[in-house]
C-alpha cells in the first residue's frame, strides 16, 4: 500500500478502534504525535508498534520536538533548550555554537529513532524579525546567515543519527505579527524584502534539505493565497526558483490561518492542488472521516518518491542510546547551553 497524502493525529496512549481503521485508509500516510500520547518510553515503544503493524510499508510517525516552548515528549527525553540559545553561542563562539547544534540535532534525532519516530518537525528556521510572538525564542538567530549555518550543522547531526529534517516555516512566519494558529497571518512586505528571509533554505538546500513545512501565511504583494496554498509560492519559488526536490507538508488545516475554505477537506484538496505532498490534520477528530474520503484518490507518484524517502534509520535501543559515551558527551553540551542566560537577541 502507498503513502497516502494525510497526516492525522490520535487521541490517547493508545489506539482506539476507529483510530486503527483510519490509519489503514488509502489516503492516510503518516501519524503525528502530541504531548497526550506520551506516558513513558515503553508505552511510546507499544504505540509506535501498534501503528507500524497496521500498514506495509508503515506509515510515516512524526512528532513537534523543536526544544524550549515546542518539546511534544518530556523527561526521560533530554529537555531541550529553545533553538535561540544556539543563537546566543554562537555571538559569544562561534566555532563552538556550530559543534553545539550538530549535537543538538544529533542528540533531538537520536532520542526519537530509538522508540522508532520518523521525523521532528525541526529546526523552525525563520529569521528573528522581533515581530511573531509564536516564533520567539524558536528562532536561531536574528541575521539570515547565521540561521542558514547554524541550521545546516543541526541538519548534519540529525542525518548522522539517521533522521531527516523538516525545514520550517517556508517562505516564513517571521514578518507577520498574528499567530496563524488563531488568526490570518500575512506579511505585507514585497518580494524582495523576503529575499533574506530565503537565504536558509537556499542554503539548506544545496545540501540536500529532504522535507519543508509550508506557512499558513498570505503574502499579498505576491499572492493572496496562504503560502501553503499557494502555487507561486510552492512551485515557482521552492520547487523552480530554489531547486527544491524534496516533501513539503503543510501545517496544520485545523488552524485558523488555514481558513481559505470551508471543511478541512476541501482545504486539503487546495494545499495540495498548490504542490503540498502530505497535509496535516490535527486536532479535528470530525474532520477525519471527510478528509480521507475526499484523498482517498489523490495519490501521487512524484509525492510516494519524496515520502518514502523520510524514513527515519533504525535506532540504537533506548538504554544502550543512553549508556553511550556519545549521547553523554551530546546531553552535557546541551545542558551547558540552557544554563546560559536567556539573552534578547539584537539586530
Known amino acids: 500500500m502507498s503513502l497516502g497524502p494525510l497526516m492525522i493525529d490520535i487521541r490517547g496512549t493508545s489506539l482506539t478502534g476507529e483510530e486503527q481503521r483510519w490509519l489503514k485508509e488509502p489516503a492516510v500516510g503518516g501519524v503525528i504525535l502530541f504531548s497526550r500520547n506520551f506516558e513513558g518510553i515503553d508505552q511510546l515503544e507499544a504505540l509506535v508498534s501498534s501503528i507500524r503493524a497496521l500498514r506495509s510499508p508503515g506509515l510515516l510517525i512524526a512528532v513537534d520536538q523543536e526544544g524550549g516552548r515546542v518539546q511534544r515528549f518530556q523527561g526521560p527525553f533530554t529537555r531541550l533548550p529553545a533553538m535561540r540559545t544556539l543563537g546566543h553561542a554562537y555571538d559569544e563562539h562561534p566555532l563552538r555554537a556550530f559543534g553545539v547544534a550538530k549535537q543538538f540535532g544529533w542528540l533531538m534525532a537520536s532520542e526519537l529513532l530509538s522508540v522508532g519516530i520518523d521525523l521532528s518537525f525541526a529546526p523552525v528556521v525563520d529569521v528573528d524579525r522581533g515581530l511573531s510572538e509564536v516564533i520567539g525564542d524558536r528562532a536561531?538567530?536574528?541575521?539570515?546567515?547565521?540561521?542558514?549555518?547554524?541550521?545546516?550543522?543541526?541538519?548534519?547531526?540529525?542525518?548522522?543519527?539517521?533522521?531527516?529534517?523538516?525545514?520550517?516555516?517556508?517562505?516564513?512566519?517571521?514578518?507577520?505579527?498574528?499567530?496563524?494558529?488563531?488568526?490570518?497571518?500575512?506579511?505585507?512586505?514585497?518580494?524582495?524584502?523576503?529575499?533574506?528571509?530565503l537565504v536558509p533554505y537556499r542554503r539548506l538546500i544545496a545540501t540536500g534539505l529532504p522535507a519543508v513545512m509550508a506557512a499558513h501565511v498570505s503574502f499579498p504583494a505576491m499572492d493572496a493565497q496562504p503560502a501553503s496554498f499557494s502555487r507561486w509560492w510552492l512551485d515557482g519559488q521552492l520547487r523552480r526558483e530554489l531547486g527544491f526536490t524534496g516533501a513539503v507538508f503543510s501545517d496544520d488545516l485545523a488552524m485558523l490561518g488555514a481558513d481559505v475554505a470551508a471543511t478541512c477537506a476541501e482545504r486539503a484538496?487546495?494545499?495540495?492542488d498548490a504542490g503540498c505532498d502530505m497535509v496535516l490534520l490535527c486536532n479535528s477528530p470530525e474532520d477525519i472521516p471527510r478528509a480521507v474520503e475526499k484523498l482517498s484518490t489523490r495519490l501521487h507518484p512524484p509525492s510516494q518518491l519524496h515520502l518514502m524517502r523520510?524514513?527515519?534509520?533504525?535506532?540504537?535501543?533506548?538504554?544502550?542510546?543512553?549508556?553511550?559515551?556519545?549521547?553523554?558527551?551530546?546531553?552535557?553540551?546541551?545542558?551547558a547551553l540552557a544554563r546560559k542566560p536567556d539573552l534578547t537577541l539584537q539586530g
Open 140 to 197: 536561531l538567530h536574528s541575521d539570515a546567515d547565521v540561521v542558514a549555518r547554524l541550521a545546516c550543522e543541526f541538519a548534519a547531526g540529525a542525518r548522522d543519527a539517521g533522521m531527516a529534517i523538516v525545514a520550517k516555516h517556508f517562505p516564513t512566519h517571521a514578518g507577520a505579527v498574528a499567530d496563524s494558529h488563531t488568526e490570518l497571518a500575512v506579511d505585507s512586505r514585497h518580494y524582495g524584502a523576503v529575499l533574506d528571509d
Open 269 to 272: 484538496l487546495r494545499a495540495l
Open 310 to 335: 523520510l524514513r527515519g534509520r533504525k535506532g540504537v535501543p533506548w538504554a544502550e542510546l543512553r549508556a553511550s559515551t556519545r549521547w553523554h558527551e551530546a546531553r552535557e553540551a546541551l545542558d
